[in-house]
């Protein structure tokens, strides 16, 4: 096979979550680009006219908004190629709310929502379809300050392996992203400030912050039959953050 047909999302219909801004929506641009039918699912829209097939302007957590979705997916007729599960809330020091409540509400985000949605959309996947869940490397390294945030992202590559193996005699492939630094709405205080930028800079690899363009090649491959046998893994794109020694 060849390669620009191993790799091809085109007519693919794929679902993506949280692509209002940053890493979702550079992803909805880049797959509407390379020719796939996208559904949108965000609690904002996005400030810039984007082609989407769909759009549902929806907090994951209003479980009545979801309903309305998976209805509308099933009257439609429409089967999912692909879901990418790219909502996610980092709840800092900085709002003032008490550590059981910020655990809560960053968990019931990050997890509970994403198991919900993949529950719910399960019937509409074709085989041979992708689940791709957005992690992070705070889920392996941890984060001054922000345990809600480091755990429920290491719950997410948990719950990713579990239902690889639940999913995989339906020929629906699981997998993870985990992304390093990427400058967006989340990191922007630490990107602005300067010691912090250069101070995760210097710790990757790389010597830099990654673009959030750079993230679109590992999500076109899971996507893609080029990954046909890849579930129950994680992928890391943090410009050596992960693996650069003292």
Known sequence: MKLNK?????????????CGSG?????ARGF???????????????QEKIDFKFFFECDLNDEKKLKFITQYIKDKKIKINSLLNVAGISI??????????????????NVRSMFNI???????FVSGSSIINFSS????LGFPENPS????????????RALSTDFGSQNIRVNCITPGYFHTKMTTISFKN???????ENRTSLGRWGEVRELLGASIYLASDASSYVTGTELVIDGGWSSKGL
């Open 137 to 140: 490397i705070g889920a392996n």
């Open 23 to 27: 890493i979702g929506l550079e992803l």
């Open 92 to 109: 800092g020091k900085s709002v003032p709310q008490n550590e059981i409540s910020r655990f809560d509400q960053t968990f019931s985000t």
């Open 6 to 18: 191993l790799f091809s999302i085109k007519d693919k219909i794929v679902i993506i979550t949280g």
């Open 194 to 200: 300067t010691n912090e930028k250069n101070k995760r």
């Open 149 to 160: 945030y480091c755990a429920s992202k290491g719950a997410v590559l948990s719950l990713s």
């Open 118 to 124: 993949i529950n719910k959309l399960k019937p509409f």
């Open 32 to 46: 509407i680009l390379n020719g796939a039918h996208v559904i949108g699912i965000s609690r904002s829209k996005p």
